[in-house]
T-cell receptor
Framework: DAGVIQSPRHEVTEMGQEVTLRCKPI?????LFWYRQTMMRGLELLIY????????DSGMPEDRFSAKMPNASFSTLKIQPSEPRDSAVYFC???????????FGPGTRLTVL | SQQGEEDPQALSIQEGENATMNCSYK?????LQWYRQNSGRGLVHLIL?????REKHSGRLRVTLDTSKKSSSLLITASRAADTASYFC?????????????FGQGTTLQVKP
């Protein structure tokens, strides 16, 4: 299995631009999580899906952030418009069941200038 | 505040020595997990301990859980330079939780050759 796949691995954009991060979970996993990691705030859960349905989006910082999971093999996290304070590493993770171990992707390092 | 708080924040030891990291949490849990993150990589699951377990082993790893004190420890025996990484505990917040994991700030371990 290829593991959790994220793209792009690095993204540099200018303030105000739209950013879309992509994730392909491990085949057969039914829970998908989006995290953000910064030095200041550590690892924060943004949103998670169970069977493609958003369950908890309380970690989404504001309306500029949105996430979708149109099918079991694909999810996106969109930031529109982006701001410099959104600069972070964004991780996607999947698990077989909600309380089981999570498998993390390599992350997308986002820099907003 | 974070559910899991690791202690110490940073630890530096010589190869061959044992490394002990501690985690404290605030609410009830179903299980507690430990993850490792190498620099620039995603988190990797190490071990999961359930609330009715007190100790668990996996190779050179030993995890203990004291639910009365709401604390856990991770012991790495006979450390190697390759163990250099950040280590995070994660809790699920108990039966009232919707299924998300809450990560602590992590312990940065440096193993000197």
């Amino acid at each position: 299995d290829a593991g959790v796949i994220q793209s792009p691995r690095h993204e540099v954009t200018e303030m105000g631009q739209e950013v879309t991060l992509r994730c392909k979970p491990i085949s057969g996993h039914n829970s998908l999580f989006w995290y953000r990691q910064t030095m200041m705030r550590g690892l924060e859960l943004l949103i998670y899906f169970n069977n493609n349905v958003p369950i908890d989006d309380s970690g989404m910082p504001e309306d500029r952030f949105s996430a979708k999971m149109p099918n079991a093999s694909f999810s996106t996290l969109k930031i529109q418009p982006s701001e410099p304070r959104d600069s972070a590493v964004y991780f996607c993770a999947s698990s077989l069941r909600t309380y089981n171990e999570q498998f993390f992707g390599p992350g997308t390092r986002l820099t907003v200038l | 505040s974070q559910q899991g708080e690791e202690d110490p924040q940073a630890l530096s030891i010589q190869e061959g020595e044992n490394a002990t990291m501690n985690c404290s949490y605030k609410t009830s849990i179903n299980n507690l997990q430990w993850y490792r993150q190498n620099s620039g990589r995603g988190l990797v699951h190490l071990i999961l301990i359930r609330s009715n377990e007190r100790e668990k082993h996996s190779g050179r790893l030993r995890v203990t859980l004291d639910t009365s004190k709401k604390s856990s420890s991770l012991l790495i025996t006979a450390s190697r330079a390759a163990d250099t990484a950040s280590y995070f505990c994660a809790t699920d917040g108990g039966s009232g939780n919707t299924g998300k994991l809450i990560f602590g700030q992590g312990t940065t371990l440096q193993v000197k050759p």
